[in-house]
């Protein structure tokens, strides 16, 4: 090819990967799961003898991989997965197959049509024993002709909600056979005559779902600041309505509902992206560990990522769609933009982990902290979990005259976490004195579980936005963001205001601050609104919308848009004669009798 695209950076400079993964193809793209799951379980998966031999190709794009793990009758409880990979010493091979219906490999990206290779996850046997999920790296398509591998059949799943343009396939084996050594063997191995050698984690093979969840961080601080750029910038030129009888229409962000619909999202957008900073250099910083023998941090890594993925996507969706409310009519239309990035956006809810799954993971980890604590240990220090070991103010003082850096606002989501947690853990032992099971008590709690972990990672999100608001020397940028600082926080604290009243933590007279807070800091972002999100620099391309156009000139060109559309290549369908034009004529002769 004249301007072959060079290799991909596969080095850990995975922030700019992210970034390119969200916005190169805001729909998906044939590569979207080569660069963002093979490519990571290569790297941290596939020992030194592997990586030498697939990495180079890998980043040459000499072949295409997906990651194929979900099937039609598993996608969540990954230990009943059914493809099986059945070790033969005999020929020192793999034989992989899907011995149900329900084992097909279903959902994975770019699986239809483009991949001719993948990351299958599958139930290793060997010596007559299942080791459980363990990652093989297929070969699926001859590389010449493209065609199914003999025992292979792969096909695309059919449209989806959004992101068509996104082969997400099937796949089913029949008893194909893989060398020994498509198995990645960094952690586990699996030795010619057939003895199985257990990693030192046994969830490090989930390392490629790790590091999707703590991309989708930033993947949606991305949607929430392009989303808020369209409906902040089509609100800005909109006009509709009077707020002053004969002073004529208003430009409707300036109805105080239009901004309290969007500048949360702006601001949850920015805590995000912060956030989405923070969680990729501890993933990255992981992985470097995990090379050199630590894995001390997995566990923190895995419950941070898990409640973040779940607390960002479900958060922007709901923000997505307050955008496109607020954009009325137009909002609705394709030219808006809004579809595609709600469709791309809201999958992310599902995918990487069901948010409900990942929301309990994290609680899994703070249940644990929650029995250190009742045992009365002293705390890591590990400044993530650290506040649940404190006691912290018995009374909320968000109102007090000077909060510095809103400690006392912090201090409240700090105690409103600290609550849920130890109060959802004391049910916990409680129901197990009660008689039952572990299991059957972590189920009747398992809706607190998921409070608990949303307010910790509530605490978690607003700490780290007020730290890092707090890094910045340029002042003029500092106030700008303070602004959208204090309506995080204080649009936050009403968020859980049920649960800081609940025991008295919070009155009522400090409820109604936090709403004036939150009032206040609307009038400060108004006059700036535009300027900021000009100053995000989407490209309107990236942007996919008429209304967000940074020029502006939404009509003429939602005109141009419609004019576009195929229906209007001719004033006449072809089949208007054949079908209404009939039905019309005939129905004009009958009233004619
Ligand atoms: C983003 C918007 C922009 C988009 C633009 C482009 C759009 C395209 C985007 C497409 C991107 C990606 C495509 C999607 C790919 C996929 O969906 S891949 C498949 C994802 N599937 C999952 O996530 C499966 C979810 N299930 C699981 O991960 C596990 O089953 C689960 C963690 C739920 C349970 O694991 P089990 O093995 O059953 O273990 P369990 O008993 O619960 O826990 C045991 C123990 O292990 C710890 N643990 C579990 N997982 C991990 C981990 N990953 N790392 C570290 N530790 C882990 C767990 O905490 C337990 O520890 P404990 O000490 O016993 O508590
Ligand atoms: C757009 C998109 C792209 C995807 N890309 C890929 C890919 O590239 N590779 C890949 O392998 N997979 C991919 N997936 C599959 C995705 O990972 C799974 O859909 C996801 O893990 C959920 O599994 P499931 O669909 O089988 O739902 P299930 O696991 O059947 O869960 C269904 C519902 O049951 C509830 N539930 C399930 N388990 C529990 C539990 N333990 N506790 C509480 N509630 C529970 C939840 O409400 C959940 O939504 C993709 C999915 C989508 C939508």
Known sequence: MEHAPKAIDVTNDVEMRTFNFFTMGIDGHPLGLHL??????ILNNADEEQQKDWLPKAANREFIATYAQTEMGHGTNLKKLETTATYDPKTQEFVLNSPTITSTKWWPGNLGKSSNYAVVMAQLYTQGKCHGAHPFFVQLRDL?????????????IGPKFGMNT?????LQFDHVRTPRRSMFMKHAKVLPDGRYVPPVHDKLNYSAMVFIRAAIVSGMAYHLLVTSTIAVRYSAIRRQGEITPGAGEVKVLDYQTQQHRIFPQLARGLAFRLSGQYIMKLYTQTMDDIRNGDISAVPDLHALSCGLKAVTTHHAALGLEQCRMACGGHGYSQASGFPLHYSVAVGACTYEGENM?????TARHLMKIAKAIRAGQSPKSNKIVDYLFHKGPPKCLIDQAYDTNYRNVLESFEHLAR???????????????QGRNYEQAWNDCAVELCKATRAHVRTFLARTFVEEIDKISDLSIKSVLQDLLQLYLYYEVTECATGLLEDGFMTGQQHKYAKKKIYEALEKIRPNAVSIVDSFDFQDRELHSVLGRRD???????????QSSPLNKTDVLPFHH?????????????SKI
């Open 166 to 170: 996104v082969d997400n396939g099937f």
């Open 144 to 156: 010449n002709t493209h065609k199914p591998l003999k025992g292979i059949t792969v096909g695309d």
């Open 578 to 590: 054949k079908y209404l034009g009939k039905m019309m004529e005939e129905a004009r002769q009958r």
């Open 552 to 562: 502006g000139n939404v009509y003429e060109n939602l005109l141009k848009w419609a």
């Open 357 to 361: 799954v990942m929301l309990l993971q």
């Open 36 to 41: 963002d799951m093979a490519i990571p379980t």
């Open 419 to 433: 609550r849920q947690t130890l109060e959802v853990y004391d049910k916990l032992v409680q129901l197990q004195q």
